[in-house]
């Protein structure tokens, strides 16, 4: 499991239709373990983990896993009852279509389809909001999208490779969120349909979970969804993973390219195809282990900036401002 951080953005989306069920979103961030005042910081992170949690309670709370932007309530188990419904698949093309149908049979405003045109899938997503809440659609688009797609990755146990993701509004997030969201794949926004698109060979893929392996899955599907993490990484991860093990000890490109055995040129070439640069991910890793590490107690700032790579409290205390807009010590304040 890995210590990742997430957008403000979501949290505020989960929160959306809270109050209007009667529930107070403070007090649903102070179970969950987030600051309120976070909510208030355009920029702010949050951990993936408190933002999983803070994901289950708002469900759990409002009796609705679609967090009140489905055309009607998704009682709570609706999810699992889906998972045991595709789990015997023997191929990801089956399973894909049963979870389709499984959705087809509900009337809650969001189905997804699967469309198949020759050596492309397309994924799409037909939301219908109501007339009260134009607002409605990006977030449960992106959240059926997200979990379709990351479903379908922990059914093969690899990461499916998505060729493009359409939208059919402006950003709503920035574009950093939707590419960790969607893994960097190509964002196209203003489009007729919301969708992702990948190659039809995938769907040759078989199912390798088991009843056994999605019982464990389901302790919280969530969290699993967000973190899990395959055999088959992209270079990113693996640079992540090499970065994230030698924080004390920052090690340079040339290092990691050594570790990996390739050239450095070819590393950065790599990373810059998958929508990144060596130094943004030293700085998400500093950033994520920080995060992580202030929810534990027992750790001094002083010690959790020497354990996120940072020689001096001084250089972390102005780089965590920068990456969540307040200091750590009024982060933690609020946990």
């Not at 949050?46 to 994901?55: F, G, M, P, T, V």
């Not at 405003?109 to 009260?132: K, M, S, W």
């Not at 090499?242 to 790599?270: I, W």
Request: proline content about 4%; charged content about 20%.
């Amino acid at each position: 499991m890995r210590d990742l951080s997430i957008s403000v953005y979501f949290a505020r989306a989960v929160l959306k239709n809270a109050v209007a069920r009667g529930l107070d979103p403070i007090s649903l961030l102070r179970k969950s373990r987030i600051s309120p005042r976070l909510l208030l910081e355009e920029d702010a992170l949050i951990s993936i983990e408190r933002h999983a949690d803070l994901q289950v309670n708002t469900m759990l709370a409002m009796g609705d896993e679609g967090l009140g932007y489905s055309s009607r309530r998704m009682p709570i188990g609706t999810w699992t009852m889906m998972c045991h419904a595709v789990i015997n698949c023997e191929t990801l093309g089956q399973a894909i279509a049963r979870y389709c149908r499984f959705y087809q049979l509900f009337e809650f405003g969001a189905n997804p389809h699967l469309v198949i045109e020759g050596d492309q899938v397309r994924l799409q997503v037909q939301v219908h909001q109501t007339e009260n809440d134009a607002d409605a659609a990006p977030y449960m688009t992106e959240l059926v999208l997200f979990n379709a797609h990351r479903f379908a990755s922990w059914l093969i146990q690899e990461h499916l490779p998505i060729q493009q993701v359409n939208l059919p509004y402006p950003p709503a997030a920035q574009e950093k969120d939707y590419r960790a969201m969607f893994l960097g794949a190509p964002m196209a926004y203003e489009q007729e349909v919301a969708e992702i698109v990948f190659s039809s060979s995938l769907l040759e893929r078989r199912v390798t979970q088991t009843e056994q392996s999605l019982s464990r899955f389901l302790r919280h599907p969530v969290l699993m969804l967000m973190t899990e993490t395959y055999s088959q990484s992209s270079w990113t991860a693996r640079v992540r993973e090499l970065v994230h093990h030698n924080l004390t000890d920052m090690p340079e490109l040339n290092d990691v390219a050594a570790m990996l055995e390739v050239h450095p040129q070819t590393l950065r070439r790599r990373l810059s195809a998958e929508g990144t640069t060596f130094k943004e991910i030293k700085s998400q890793v500093r950033r994520d282990t920080a995060l992580h590490l202030l929810g534990k107690q027992g750790l001094s700032i002083e010690e959790i900036a020497h354990r996120a790579g940072f020689s001096e409290s001084s250089a972390f205390i102005r780089a965590f401002k920068g990456w969540t807009g307040v200091t750590p010590y009024t982060y933690r304040k609020g946990l």
